[in-house]
């Protein structure tokens, strides 16, 4: 049984640009700036919408700002027995990559 504080992590480059990730983060935040291929499902509706979390052959990334959230978030689906990841450095880490994002409506995606 892992212990609790290890969290399984990924690194941004270590994910396709179009990668099926979770974006945990709020509404704002995500309709600013995401991942081409996120799925959004805010960390507070996470249990109420588990069945929303996309079973994959691979470990599924799970993705914040800054990698807090998307952390507790990996810890309580790992419990749940998902096989998930959380992206080391969230989002910022994402743009500073110069990963593809997508936004909602017309603006530069961007990452509040």
Same mark, same amino acid.
């Given at each position: 049984?892992?212990?609790?504080?290890?969290?399984?992590?990924?690194?941004?480059?270590? #994910?396709? &640009?179009?990668? $099926?990730? *979770?974006?945990? +983060?709020?509404?704002?935040?995500?309709?600013?700036?995401?991942?081409?291929?996120?799925?959004?499902?805010?960390?507070?509706?996470?249990?109420?919408?588990?069945?929303?979390?996309? #079973?994959? &052959?691979?470990? $599924?990334? *799970?993705?914040? +700002?800054?990698?807090?959230?998307?952390?507790?978030?990996?810890?309580?689906?790992?419990?749940?027995?998902?096989?998930?990841?959380?992206?080391?450095?969230?989002?910022?880490?994402?743009?500073?990559?110069?990963?593809?994002?997508?936004?909602?409506?017309?603006?530069?995606?961007?990452?509040?």
């Amino acid at each position: 049984m892992a212990h609790m504080s290890e969290i399984p992590t990924v690194s941004v480059d270590e #994910i396709p &640009d179009d990668a $099926l990730v *979770v974006d945990v +983060r709020e509404h704002d935040e995500f309709a600013a700036g995401h991942a081409p291929g996120a799925i959004h499902l805010p960390m507070g509706d996470v249990p109420a919408r588990l069945d929303e979390v996309p #079973i994959t &052959d691979e470990s $599924l990334p *799970v993705i914040c +700002r800054t990698g807090s959230r998307s952390g507790r978030t990996v810890q309580w689906l790992v419990m749940q027995g998902f096989d998930v990841v959380n992206v080391d450095g969230g989002m910022q880490a994402w743009k500073r990559q110069g990963k593809a994002m997508a936004a909602e409506g017309d603006g530069e995606p961007t990452v509040l």
